[in-house]
């Protein structure tokens, strides 16, 4: 059970830190809007910078305790932050195409995860 509850946290922290990464596309969005090399662009730019470097050293430490092919397939849940953070940030419209397409992510990241456990299993 100690395994268990040690997998379930690093799959928590691999998903916040997913959410954070995703974040540094909106700073670069945010960063687009402003002048070249105005304070605005370079703080929102050099917040991006910041979040990628974070990004980095939280991949490496969680690739060090979960396969690296479950962390890439779980990379995917990014495009369903994406919608999210469109929608909060940019005003972004959500469509019918848009929802079944993240339903449709998210299951081949859940599928994905279950067939692990069941190879874990065996």
């Known amino acids: 059970m100690g395994e268990k509850r040690s997998q379930t946290k690093v799959l928590l922290a691999l998903h916040l830190l997913l959410a954070l990464y995703s974040i540094s596309g909106v700073m670069s969005k945010l960063a687009a ?3 070249f090399m105005s304070l605005p662009f370079v703080l929102c730019y050099g917040g991006s910078l910041v979040i990628l470097a ?8 969680v690739i060090k305790r979960m396969p690296l092919i479950a962390a890439y397939a779980n990379r995917a849940v990014t495009l369903i932050w994406g919608i999210v953070w469109g929608v909060l940030f940019f005003g972004e419209d959500v ?7 993240a339903g449709i992510v998210l299951a081949g990241v859940v599928l994905f995860s279950l067939s692990g456990e069941e190879a874990d299993h065996e």
């Open 33 to 35: 809007r402003h002048q």
């Open 95 to 101: 469509t019918p195409l848009k929802l079944i397409g």
């Open 54 to 61: 974070v990004y980095a050293i939280g991949w490496q430490q």
